[in-house]
């Protein structure tokens, strides 16, 4: 009772001031609260926001295995500045946590080791991410290098084995004028299988038509090891087979042999009356090999067997020496069949097809002799090349299509496909020289350009009175001639849709009817053409992996050569038919 007296008086016997201070209080601790509650608001959203963060982890080793103690680990942001860094254990592990949604890079940096990266890791909320690293030295990122750059048009994505296996493919290149760093697709722990599976139709190319059910599958068991499966069924009128089978074993350092197997059954080609029906059947193989770091060198060859009416038999070799010292390249090539010039051609689709028509009846290969001399140069990211050749090229395939009259078809001079309207014919041999020279600049991030300028020996179409010749006349007056020939291509990847495309127009001289050096390595497709790779991210509905996809060549159908044929009918004959394709892709 005394002390709450006490208080009373106390607290009645305030001063006019001091009661002013205390009611100062009572209002600084009013306006308070509401802001205490809305940092405890704050503090749980960002709590679940937290919850919600991404994580990232993985073991850093040395290429004999070893786990690297104190290496440094960054997160870095598509512009190359770090987000995040720790330094691994006593057991080579390490783990970054809290990670903002988005594409990144990590980089491992270690003593007496080169840096190596992982490329375009996307993260997404909530998700724990596996990234294993190896560090590797000087000596050991150059045993691995590529013999021979790749094309400008080669399409990143596609599953493309190259002279790096799928398990461990580095790359060496400067970081922003920073040291080299060695660049990875994959981390290489494990095993890897790769599969997809993708639905296509469209109007096709010779041989191609219907919807297409494709199915490709890559292993690679260890990082000395790789095998791949690739089957394509068209639910044509009739069905068509393409299937392949490959092995690739890495013999010693800087030597890699690899073998494909592919076979073919095209019912819907017809070769005249009483032959329809083409099959073939390809072996091939090449090895390369690193005589030293500035010498390479790859050879193989191609053993094939076609059967329509009757029986063909070919053998057609290849080989190449490149030779480098810094930036600058000299490389030797001979190749005796379009489109396969080196190792990285054997299992790559667009030339696996048999090149090929017919005359007098019987099946005539495109063939040759082709010798190539090139010289490469890169300066930062520009690259310039300039080749020279001589060739000799036999029954070189002319493309056409139209209605084909009972006489032309009798005379069994041409290859005819039911699904597409197309036709094939064989043009006269011819020889002669040419020279080509590309410019390639990277522009900006992951976006290339490149200029191609060629002149060399192309056959001509010349012009004739309608109804006058057969087709046979018309094609054994094509004439050779030099012909000029410019291309512009452009590639690239947005890195916030990953949306992979790419664009190209080559043109020639109308009159051509065959393109300048066909056995060429990487040259873009006829006229206005392009492809685009896009992934569908609808994660509630679509499964991830799938990927809507566009192949155009083409598209304008230029470069066509109208021909009335004696009996009235109208055909044509072309560089390049229009081809539109379309379809989706399940990667998995």
């Not at 068991?221 to 690739?230: C, G, K, L, S, Y």
């Not at 009757?310 to 010292?325: C, I, R, S």
């Not at 790419?502 to 006829?526: I, L």
Request: hydrophobic fraction near 40%.
């Amino acid at each position: 009772m005394r002390a709450a007296r006490r208080g009373t008086r106390i607290f009645q016997g305030v001063t006019p001031g001091s009661k002013q201070r205390t009611e100062s209080v009572s209002r600084r601790l009013s306006i308070s609260v509401p802001l205490l509650v809305a940092l405890a608001v704050l503090c749980a959203a960002g709590t679940s926001a937290d919850a919600q963060s991404s994580s990232v982890d993985g073991v850093v080793r040395d290429s004999r295995g070893t786990p690297q103690i104190s290496a440094l680990v960054e997160l870095l942001r598509p512009d190359f500045t770090v987000a995040k860094q720790v330094y691994t254990d006593d057991r080579g592990r390490y783990r970054i946590h809290g990670i903002v949604p988005g594409v990144y890079e990590v980089k491992a940096s270690g003593a007496l080791f080169l840096p190596t990266m992982r490329e375009n890791l996307e993260v997404i909320a909530g998700s724990k991410q596996v990234v294993n690293l190896t560090l590797d030295t000087l000596y050991e990122a150059f045993r691995w290098l590529p013999v021979k750059m790749r094309p400008a048009d080669e399409p990143k994505d596609d599953w493309t084995w190259t002279l790096r296996l799928s398990a461990n493919r580095p790359l060496l290149r400067l970081l922003q004028d920073g040291p080299l760093v060695v660049v990875t697709d994959g981390d290489g722990s494990a095993p890897t299988l790769k599969a997809r599976v993708t639905v296509r139709g469209g109007e096709s190319g010779f041989g191609d038509g219907g919807i297409h059910n494709d199915f490709e599958m890559e292993r690679s068991p260890d990082d000395a090891r790789a095998m791949i499966f690739r089957a394509d069924l068209s639910q044509a009128e009739d069905p068509a087979l393409n299937a392949m089978a490959g092995y690739e074993q890495q013999l010693a350092a800087g030597r890699t042999f690899r073998t494909i197997a592919a076979i073919e059954d095209r019912p819907d080609i017809a070769g005249g009356p009483g032959n329809q029906g083409l099959q073939a059947i390809e072996m091939r193989s090449g090895e390369t090999m690193n005589f030293s770091d500035a010498v390479q060198a790859e050879f193989g060859d191609e053993a094939e067997a076609v059967h329509l009416g009757n029986t063909l038999l070919e053998n057609l070799p290849f080989a190449t020496v490149t030779v480098h010292g810094g930036s600058t390249w000299i490389s030797y090539r001979v190749s005796t069949a379009p489109g396969l010039q080196q190792v990285e051609d054997l299992d790559r689709a667009s030339t696996v097809e048999p090149q090929m028509a017919e005359r007098n009846g019987q099946l005539a290969l495109e063939k040759g002799l082709h010798q190539e001399v090139g010289v490469d140069h890169s300066a930062g990211p520009m690259r310039v090349r300039v080749v020279a050749w001589h060739e000799r090229v036999s029954n070189p395939v002319i493309s056409g299509g139209g209605n084909i009259s009972a006489a032309d078809w009798a005379g069994g001079n041409l290859l005819y496909d039911e699904s597409s309207g197309l036709l094939r014919g064989a043009g006269q041999s011819f020889s002669g020289n040419g020279m080509m020279s590309e410019v390639e600049e990277r522009v900006n991030g992951s976006t290339w350009i490149s200029f191609d300028i060629a002149v060399g020996e192309a056959l001509n179409m010349r012009q004739a009175a309608p109804d006058t010749e057969t087709v046979q006349q018309a094609l054994n007056g094509m004439r050779p001639g030099e012909t000029p020939m410019y291309s512009a291509a452009m590639r690239g990847k947005m890195t916030r849709t990953a949306t992979e495309w790419r664009a190209s127009y080559r043109w020639q001289d109308a009159k051509a009817v065959s393109g300048v050096n066909e056995f060429a390595n990487g040259v873009p497709d006829a006229y206005l053409s392009f492809l685009v790779r896009q992934p569908i991210r609808y994660r509630r509905v679509i499964p991830n992996g799938v990927e809507a996809l566009v192949d155009v060549r083409n598209l304008l159908a230029e470069g066509y050569r109208p021909f009335v044929s004696k009996d009235g009918s109208t055909l044509y004959f072309a560089q390049a038919a229009r081809c539109v394709e379309g379809g989706l892709s399940f990667s998995f």
